[in-house]
Nanobody, 112 residues
Framework: QVQLVESGGGLVQPGGSLRLSCAASGFTFVSNTMNWYRQAPGKERELVASITSSGRFTAYADSVKGRFTISRDNAKNMVYLQMNSLKPEDTAVYYC?????WGQGTQVTVSS
């Protein structure tokens, strides 16, 4: 069955960095665009970043452009989200997403 397992979340101070990872299985990873979403308390889930199947093209929400970088390793069925210059408003549960389904999410908290 489809599995997307996120890791790497945690508590970080403003200005800090985190790297999220998502391990995918149960579908043809190399053929699919992959996405990272996030959902803050009381807010709708929003798309943060996307990467095409080859990794050649990426897209970002305006709020994270220049700070976050999405990447993938098709040999390992992994997708990553490098988050730099984190802000308190980046606090949310971050979800890995494929057309086939969702991960369980990983909490990112940015606070001093």
């Amino acid at each position: 069955q489809v599995q997307l397992v996120e890791s790497g979340g945690g508590l970080v101070q403003p200005g800090g960095s985190l790297r999220l990872s998502c391990a995918a299985s149960g579908f043809t990873f190399v053929s699919n665009t992959m996405n990272w979403y996030r959902q803050a308390p009381g807010k709708e889930r929003e798309l943060v970043a996307s990467i095409t199947s080859s990794g050649r093209f990426t897209a970002y929400a305006d709020s994270v452009k220049g700070r976050f970088t999405i990447s993938r390793d098709n040999a390992k069925n992994m997708v990553y989200l490098q988050m730099n210059s984190l802000k308190p408003e980046d606090t949310a549960v971050y979800y890995c997403n494929a057309p086939q389904g969702w991960g369980q999410g990983t909490q990112v908290t940015v606070s001093s």
